[in-house]
Nanobody
């Protein structure tokens, strides 16, 4: 059973930075594609960023391109989302997701495992 645990959320002012992390409970996660999604109140969960198992391919939502960076550590067990130039509209619960696919999917339906989420709040 794969368990994902997010951390690093919090409150930050607009224009600030925050890094959220996701740690997996199994080493085999290094062979999984990983993704970050977010869900704001009253809205559907949306794709933010994804990274393939080797870290050589990344994808971003248009709304975060140039501001957010997804990466994974050398072991492949931890995935990060560095968020810069944060805006109030980035406020949401951020979820980490994993799937055994070789590439990172863009849809919630392409991920099998999910974390509990971490709250990110950006004040104006």
């Amino acid at each position: 059973q794969v368990q994902l645990v997010e951390s690093g959320g919090g409150l930050v002012q607009a224009g600030g930075s925050l890094r959220v992390s996701c740690v997996a409970s199994v080493r085999t996660i290094s062979r999984y594609a990983m993704g970050w999604f977010r869900q704001a109140p009253g809205k559907e969960r949306e794709f933010v960023a994804g990274i393939n198992w080797s870290g050589t391919s990344k994808a971003y939502a248009d709304s975060v391109k140039g501001r957010f960076t997804i990466s994974r550590d050398s072991s492949g067990n931890t995935v990060y989302l560095q968020m810069n130039s944060l805006k109030p509209e980035d406020t949401a619960v951020y979820y980490c997701a994993a799937d055994q696919s070789l590439r990172a999917g863009l849809s919630v339906f392409e991920y099998e495992y999910w974390g509990q989420g971490t709250q990110v709040t950006v004040s104006s």
